[in-house]
């Protein structure tokens, strides 16, 4: 079993930044994909960003390609999502996600195994 905490998440206004961080206890997650996703009221699991075990490949969602960066430190099992520019369309609950190491399945939301209790991120206009 992997533990995953998200923390980072606030109200923040439009065009600010935050970086949201996913610390995982338990078993190690330094052989997993981790993926963000984010939901939003009423709405799916949206695909946000994931990153594979070394942290040497990264994918994001095509409409947060350039404002949002996912990260890893495996030495401190925590994996991070650096967002800037945000906007209030981004406002939803964030959620970090593991427990594949198929890199191929990174963006389907159902095939992760681990998920945290998520953190909300609230952008005012």
């Known amino acids: 079993q992997v533990q995953l905490v998200e923390s980072g998440g606030g109200l923040v206004q439009a065009g600010g930044s935050l970086r949201l961080s996913c610390a995982a206890s338990?078993?190690?997650?330094?052989?997993?994909?981790v993926g963000w996703f984010r939901q939003a009221p009423g709405k799916e699991h949206e695909f946000v960003a994931a990153i594979n075990w070394s942290g040497g490949s990264t994918d994001y969602a095509d409409s947060l390609k350039g404002r949002f960066i996912i990260s890893r430190d495996n030495a401190k099992n925590t994996v991070y999502l650096q967002m800037s520019s945000l906007k209030p369309e981004d406002t939803a609950g964030y959620y970090c996600?593991?427990?594949?190491?198929?890199?191929?399945?990174?963006?389907?939301?159902?095939?992760?195994?681990?998920w945290g209790q998520g953190t909300q991120v609230t952008v005012s206009s």
């Open positions: 338990g078993r190690t997650f330094s052989n997993y994909v």
């Open positions: 996600a593991t427990g594949i190491a198929n890199w191929t399945w990174r963006t389907r939301s159902g095939v992760y195994a681990f």
